[in-house]
């Protein structure tokens, strides 16, 4: 007797009772698609220039750069800011840090928020929903005080709900950093 | 110009873009070309754009032909008033009908279809807008305002981004300063009416409750015909009835009435974002009270993340018994820095009165007996 199509049917009969588990969806297509999506919102988290500004510069031979150890981890809190620069005066208007973090101009000072996923000091425990409210408000938690120049969520919040999405999906991929962001300081003479 | 005043029209430039960019809801609801389809808000509240809505107020129900508020739509006063840079208020409800409002959960009522709410807001006698809330048949809520025109003969939709600095604000609320109110786009109307435990923020069963506190700072009395807890409960419009309400109304639970109208004050002022059930629970403190059973997590001795200026993390609270200076919510109270100020939207005067009860409460809270007192001096 040729065992051959025994084999067949004991493998075929083994996948359909896995698909009727529903294992076989589960087991193949989770992994990939959530790969895929977080895929995507390193790449997008890349040309909308996240690092720019969140992850602190240092100066390397090649000139000042990303420091990718401190990737995506906002104003380190150990470079303290008290008091704005002296305002440069027109036609200037904006100052920043070496570290592209800091800020300053007639808003006062503001600093990078922390985006990685620490639950006390960055996204942790935020939802998804929170970051799109957030960029599309261009609120502070999603629903707070404005979030300070010179963050473009004007221009984000033209995102889809799906690449801002897969943008926090990728957020949340990432190593945490515990880094407490200090809040913006207030502009000279403000009331 | 001085130097400072020209600092601050041009941080104003700045900032007054951003702020002019509200949107039509939170999430899904607007697709990258701006195109609005009704969608779920954090909250799990349907809401949809104000497409669809009258462009006239007059077209909304509001008024009988003769000008008069139509009779079907009842008034009702909040017993403890949001502040709006001391706007005097007018509100009415309509409910279809014959229908109820389903308040199985008592601190999170569901309203039928086909409800709606208007408030009118006015300084000195001149109505500047009139905000519309209402629930259509496909269950969705939208979020409008319109704007009075010079004439006060009628108010027209406002642009869904809103209007900044469209009203400047009488000298007897700003004193020499010169402030200007702003006309909500329905952006802000979702940050805090989305994260509310239910859509409408001032009509519950203790902003209804016929045992009113008297010493609520702005204390409205009841307009003529004003709907109350206990007549809609009389009149079956709530299931399920909760008759034990009548004998005993809602009231705030305090040792003291200054406890009691402070935390009424919080409640309505900062509890519609800062509760604990809304999205900002995540932050570990309420100042939303309610009606049912289940504390929420106490402001009170809540480390803030917000560091009143001058004050050690350690040291720098929510709220902390004793210590006003050390308590961030009463900073950003004052506060009307667009970085700082608490709420962060709405209003552009600070409330004196309502910053003077925190503070009296603070300070002479008793970290030993008031129940939600848990914090000591640092």
Known sequence: MNPKPILTLATAGIALGAFALGMIPVAAATPDAKSAQVK??????????CNDCHTPFHMTPRGPEPDMSRMLSGHPQDLVIKTPPKAPGEPWMMTTSATNTAWAGPWGVSFTANLTPDPETG????TKETFIAAIRNGKHEGQGRPILPPMPWPMYRNATDEDLGALFAYLQSIPAVKNRVPQPLEPAGAE | MNARRRTRNAALAIIAPALGIALIALGAQVGPDGDATASLDPAGHLVTSTENLPRRLSDTGLYQANGEVDPLNVPFAPQYPLWTDGASKRRWVRLPKGATIDATDIDAWRFPKGTTFWKEFAWEGRKVETRMIRRGDDGAWSFATYVWNDEQTDATLAPEA?????????????GTKVRKHSIPGTADCL?????NPSVAIG??????????????PHAESLPPGAVTLKRLITEGR??????????????????????RSARGYLSANCGSCHNAKGPLARLGFSFKEGVGKGAAPSPIAAHSRYLVPGVAAESSFVLVAGAPEHSAALYRMKSRRPASQMPPLGTSVADTAGVALVTRWVRGMDASTDRMAVGTKP
Do not use: N
């Not at chain 1, 996204?123 to 935020?126: E, I, R, V």
């Not at chain 2, 009509?203 to 609520?216: H, K, N, V, W």
């Not at chain 2, 004998?247 to 200054?258: E, V």
């Open chain 1, 40 to 49: 995507r919102g390193e790449y997008l988290s890349k040309i909308m220039g």
């Open chain 1, 123 to 126: 996204l942790g425990k935020w």
């Open chain 2, 162 to 174: 809103g209007i900044p600095d469209a009203f400047t604000l009488p000298a007897s609320v700003s």
């Open chain 2, 191 to 195: 940050s805090c009416h989305a994260s």
């Open chain 2, 203 to 216: 009509f519950d069963a203790l902003q209804l409750s016929d045992d009113r506190d008297p010493g609520a």
């Open chain 2, 238 to 259: 709530l299931l399920p009835a909760r008759k034990e309400l009548l004998a005993s109304p809602p009231r705030i639970r305090a040792d003291d009435p200054i406890a």
